[in-house]
């Protein structure tokens, strides 16, 4: 009961921010009184209405989540496998480091142009969103495995256990946490990074390429539409992987609980 009364809470405190948001935008709409600058929320809400019933925009959500999700599990994978090779040996830290440091420190518009020239225009958004994601994810990695126990790698190292026993059993729960936080950052990032190379590499079904298109012909209601719908995704699919997260807990949890249970 008190559960259900706290979740309710909580969606009452997040519709009320929202309502607030909302009313904020409808402030601002009223007092500049110029849609091409600030469409009011009722003509951008009928704009996002008008995409939704279009048959072309299920088609646009879907390649752009292919791109992101693409694009993002190349770097968890490559990020994983590479994070944790620097966290163990210094050699491949010294590697990888000094890239990790240029592609932070190199502004995304830079690496879209250069990108431009290398890939097709739909493989563009692919590789910014692998590029951009990929030093969040190995950072996270590697800052893991600096955190694990000395003293658990001193016992394996006194018992003698195989070094991929010690990887399994050490450093890989120990670097999860840092892993799943990591991934959460590079979402948000994901959806930015590859709407923003979709805008100027203008594939035919992408949600860049309206934005773009709404831009050029001034229609200010359609690109405040497409921003909701790009926050909307980004919001759902972090819920998702943070339920994901939470399921796949509670279940090891229960697990180990039916283990000791039969112990």
């Known amino acids: 009961m008190m559960l259900f009364i706290t979740k309710n809470k909580t969606l009452f405190h997040k519709v009320c ?18 849609e091409l600058f600030v469409p009011t929320p009722f003509s951008t809400f009928k704009a996002l209405n ?24 190349i770097s968890i994978v490559i990020g994983i496998i590479t994070g944790i090779a ?3 040996n210094k050699m491949i830290y010294e590697l ?5 440091v240029i592609v932070k420190s190199t502004p995304v518009l830079s690496f879209i142009i250069i990108a431009l020239l290398w890939f097709d225009s739909g493989d563009v958004p692919i590789f910014i969103c692998f590029l951009m994601c990929y030093p969040i994810i190995w950072t996270s990695v590697v800052q893991g495995i600096k955190q694990v126990d000395i003293d658990l790698l001193e016992m394996a190292k006194i018992y003698q256990i195989k070094t991929r026993y010690v990887i399994k059993n050490i450093y890989i729960p120990t670097a999860i946490p840092y892993l799943i936080s990591g991934i959460l950052s590079g979402l948000g990032l994901g959806w930015k990074v ?25 229609e200010s209601d359609q690109l405040f539409a497409w921003t909701i719908v790009v926050i909307i ?8 992987f943070n339920r994901s997260v939470k399921f796949v807990g509670s279940k ?12």
């Open 17 to 34: 921010a929202l309502l607030f948001l909302i009313f904020i935008w409808h402030i601002v709409a009223w007092i500049i009184n110029e």
């Open 50 to 73: 008008s995409l939704v019933f279009d048959s072309d925009f299920w088609v646009v959500i879907g390649t752009s989540i292919y791109r992101v999700l693409l694009g993002f599990t």
């Open 86 to 88: 620097s966290g163990l």
């Open 96 to 100: 990888f480091h000094p890239m990790i």
């Open 194 to 218: 590859t709407v923003a190379a979709e805008v100027l590499s203008h594939p035919k079904y992408s949600i860049g390429a309206y934005l773009h298109d709404a831009k050029i012909y001034l």
């Open 233 to 240: 995704l980004s919001m759902v699919f972090e819920n998702i």
């Open 252 to 263: 090891g949890i229960k697990q180990m609980t039916s283990r000791s249970d039969i112990k």
